[in-house]
Each structure stands twice: as C-alpha cells, then as structure tokens.
C-alpha cells in the first residue's frame, strides 16, 4: 500500500494561486489512480479532482472545474493539484488519496489511501 504526504498548504488571498503537491513512497505509483478531497469546516469532505494512472483522464467537481488542474509525475511519485482563482470557499484540508487500477475512479469511495492532510485558507 502506498504512503502519501501532501504539502504545499498555505494561507492565501482570494484570487491567488496555491500548488499542492502529493508524494508517494514505493515504487509503485505509476500503478495507481490518483485524487484529492477536501473538508471544510462543519461540512462533508468533497471529492475534487482525479487522475488516472496513465495521466491520460482527469475528473473534475463542478465547483474546481476550470479554476484547477490535477497532474502527475510518475517519475517523482508525485501528484499535483494546480489551485488558481481561489476563493473563500476553497478554504479546507485537502486530502491526497490513491488506489491501484486501471480505471477512471472518480468518486472518493473507490480510493483506498489516504494523506493526512494539508490546510488551505483563502482569506477575502
């Protein structure tokens, strides 16, 4: 089972740009599906964004869609979440997860690993 790390978290104001960045132990990324969920306060965690292995499918939510980009670097068992125009309510803890496969998983359910998590706070 692979280890994840996210980093890159920060305080930020709106309109502003954040990079967040997922490491994964082992050499076996290249093998996995990649996604980020995020909590806010008081509400339920919200799957974002996903990736398949290959980086050749990307998922997005509705509410990210257009503002960020996921991607992957397998030589760096690394995956990313580009995060522009941000807004108050992107304000969370972001979650980095992965599962082995070769499908396109867009749901939180279908990942089986998860980071601990990293804050984001976009201020007005």
């Known amino acids: 089972q692979v280890q994840l790390v996210e980093s890159g978290g920060g305080l930020v104001q709106a309109g502003g740009s954040l990079r967040l960045s997922c490491a994964a132990s082992g050499r076996i990324f290249s093998s996995y599906a990649m996604g980020w969920s995020r909590q806010a306060p008081g509400k339920e965690r919200e799957f974002v964004a996903a990736?398949?292995?290959?980086?050749?499918?990307?998922y997005y939510a509705d509410s990210v869609k257009g503002r960020f980009t996921i991607s992957r670097d397998n030589a760096k068992n690394t995956v990313y979440l580009q995060m522009n125009s941000l807004k108050p309510v992107d304000t969370a803890v972001y979650y980095c997860a992965g599962r082995p496969g070769v499908g396109y998983y867009t749901r939180e359910p279908d990942f089986r690993s998860w980071g601990q998590g990293t804050q984001v706070t976009v201020s007005s």
């Open positions: 990736i398949n292995r290959f980086g050749s499918l990307t």
